[in-house]
Nanobody
Framework: QVQLVESGGGLVQAGGSLRLSCAAS????????MGWFRQAPGKEREFVAA????????YYADSLKGRFTISRDNAGNTVYLQMNSLKPQDTAIYYC???????????WGQGTQVTVSS
């Protein structure tokens, strides 16, 4: 199985940017489709973005298109989430996830906290 460790979260003012990273280990990273989800206090976990193993296809939650960008470095076993023009409603724990079958998100990281102040 693959192990996932997120980093890059923190406190940022509204309008600012953050880049989250997710380092993978344990299995061949390029075999996995990768995704980001988030969970705000009192809410269910929601899809943010995903990228196919090859990096040729990316997917976003409709509400986040244009502000968030997912990318991956297969040589470095890392997936990134660039978040721009952050809003207080982006405050959440952000989780990295991996799947060998797209959409069947089986492996999860521990999450990284993102807090956006107004």
């Amino acid at each position: 199985q693959v192990q996932l460790v997120e980093s890059g979260g923190g406190l940022v003012q509204a309008g600012g940017s953050l880049r989250l990273s997710c380092a993978a280990s344990g299995r061949t990273f390029s075999n996995y489709h990768m995704g980001w989800f988030r969970q705000a206090p009192g809410k269910e976990r929601e899809f943010v973005a995903a990228i196919r193993w090859s990096g040729t296809s990316t997917y976003y939650a409709d509400s986040l298109k244009g502000r968030f960008t997912i990318s991956r470095d297969n040589a470095g076993n890392t997936v990134y989430l660039q978040m721009n023009s952050l809003k207080p409603q982006d405050t959440a724990i952000y989780y990295c996830t991996a799947a060998t079958t797209y959409g069947n998100w089986k492996y999860w990281g521990q999450g990284t906290q993102v807090t956006v102040s107004s």
